[in-house]
């Protein structure tokens, strides 16, 4: 899928169905929140959310005293109506609409999140796209939650790319460490189970010194 025709799709996903007909939904982001409060970050740290659309990942993060955050999203329908979900609390967010392998960092980040979206790339091309844009933000720790091998084959009616432990710190591995990886089970608004892998990574000490 082109980039043009992929947020195309976002686009009408996100115009034609609500919330809670979005499989991806959450009303709280646990595993998430768990993972990036295990990471003890200052309150002032750079954090990016990627795919963040209207995730509810933004509004938890506020209520923690967060007060760097970025969310990049394909669709600008998702994160219109994220902020106009937070109202005033929405000038405080840096919002970015682009497709993620495109995307040009504007500064490093501490941490980048990502839930959901890197599965959707399915071409070797894709992944090392992403890799690169990940490399240029030298973020200091990455978080990214996939399907996991026993998860959905595909979402929203695209393929995706299925991880486990072993695969998914393996496409970060040259500047990444596996710090942990967790599974959970995401049970969808409509009441079925999804089966994903979150796995933290910290960059290596060798790669942050040759920055």
Not at 11 to 38: A, D, F
Not at 55 to 62: E, G, I, T
Request: charged letters at 20%; a neutral charge.
């Amino acid at each position: 899928m082109t980039a043009s025709n992929n947020k195309r799709h976002w686009e009408t996903v996100y115009q034609t169905k609500k919330p809670n007909e979005r499989s991806w939904t959450q009303t709280v982001p646990e595993m998430s929140l768990q993972l990036i409060r295990r990471l003890n970050l200052p309150k002032t740290a750079p954090i990016i959310d990627i795919g963040g659309g209207d995730s509810l990942l933004a509004d938890f993060l506020l209520e923690d005293g967060y007060t760097n955050i970025t969310i990049l999203d394909i669709s600008e329908t998702a994160l219109l109506a994220a902020q106009q979900r937070l109202g005033i609390k929405a000038g405080s967010i840096t919002w970015i609409a682009t497709d993620v392998t495109l995307f040009e960092p504007p500064q490093n980040y501490c941490l980048w999140h990502d839930r959901a979206t890197f599965h959707f790339l399915t071409t070797p091309q894709q992944i090392d796209q992403y890799v690169e844009v990940v490399n240029k933000t030298a973020a200091q720790y990455l978080i990214v939650g996939t399907f996991s091998e026993t998860g959905p084959k595909k979402c929203s009616g695209l393929d995706i790319t299925q991880y486990n432990e072993t695969s998914l710190p393996a496409v970060f591995a040259r500047n990444y460490a596996l710090t942990e990886c967790r599974t959970q089970v995401h049970t969808t608004p409509f009441n079925t189970g999804q089966d994903f892998i979150f796995c933290t990574l910290q960059r290596r000490k060798t790669t942050q010194a040759n920055q």
